[in-house]
């Protein structure tokens, strides 16, 4: 069953901790996205790889950070920088660059709430 | 850098009723349009695209919508809604130069009434 698996589904995170969110696709999609969804703002991206060993900022990586060693894999870290990370984040892949006009195939998203 | 309006936070239509959510975007270059759709408790999926060629455009679910140039919009429209229609809907945008991701306007909550 070929998709997009995010774990956990519920996150907590305690102040000064750093918490890592899992992304993992057997599409053999080359582009991973992380985006972060809160009520009323729709879908705001944090950071995007568009191949392994490279990964850009999005609109708002400050508080984050990102690995991409794996084709499949791209976690994304909450670090305790980030002062407001209550949100539901939501990873996606596509095929293809941004350029190529691949749709975006998205996982079924982390809820990370501040204890 | 591109941005995406959705006019409407919420609509609440009854059955039967025609639908159209607004969306306008800011870029002067060339683009590609989305619209996705998050069904309660599912993953947010493609609705329908525009890369190029005829302006109006037809996805799923009996939804079409309309590329206008002149007016950097994107209007998703329906003629009849059902209520399992009842989702958010996000317009979405990524310019064709600059390999850059995609651009994602705020929501519109769509909530379909008996």
């Known amino acids: 069953d070929g998709g997009i698996t995010q774990s956990p589904k519920y996150l907590f995170r305690k102040e000064g901790q750093n918490v890592t969110l899992s992304c993992e696709q057997n599409l053999n999609h080359d582009a991973m996205y992380w985006y972060r969804q809160d009520p009323g703002q729709g879908l705001r991206l944090i950071y995007y790889?568009?191949?392994?060993?490279?990964?850009q900022k999005g609109d708002i990586a400050e508080g984050y950070s990102v690995s991409r060693e794996k084709k499949e894999s791209f976690p994304l870290t909450v670090t305790s920088a980030q002062k407001n990370p209550t949100a539901f984040y939501l990873c996606?892949?596509?095929?293809?660059?941004?350029?190529?006009?691949?749709?975006?195939?998205f996982g079924s998203g982390t809820q990370l709430s501040v204890l | 850098a591109q941005s995406v309006s959705q006019h409407n936070h919420h609509v609440i239509l009854s059955e039967a009723a025609s639908l159209e959510l607004g969306c306008n975007y800011s870029y002067g270059g060339t683009v590609n349009l989305f619209w996705y759709v998050q069904y309660p408790g599912q993953h947010l999926q493609l609705l329908l695209k525009y890369f190029s060629g005829d302006p109006l455009v037809k996805g799923i679910k009996g939804f079409e919508a309309e590329f206008i140039k002149s007016k950097f919009s994107f209007n998703l429209r329906k003629p009849s809604v059902q209520w399992s229609d009842t989702a958010e809907y996000f317009c979405?945008?990524?310019?064709?130069?600059?390999?850059?991701?995609?651009?994602f306007g705020k929501g519109t909550r769509l909530s379909v009434i008996a």
């Open positions: 790889s568009q191949i392994v060993n490279d990964f």
């Open positions: 996606a892949s596509s095929l293809g660059t941004a350029a190529t006009n691949e749709k975006l195939f």
């Open positions: 979405a945008v990524n310019a064709i130069s600059g390999n850059t991701p995609l651009v």
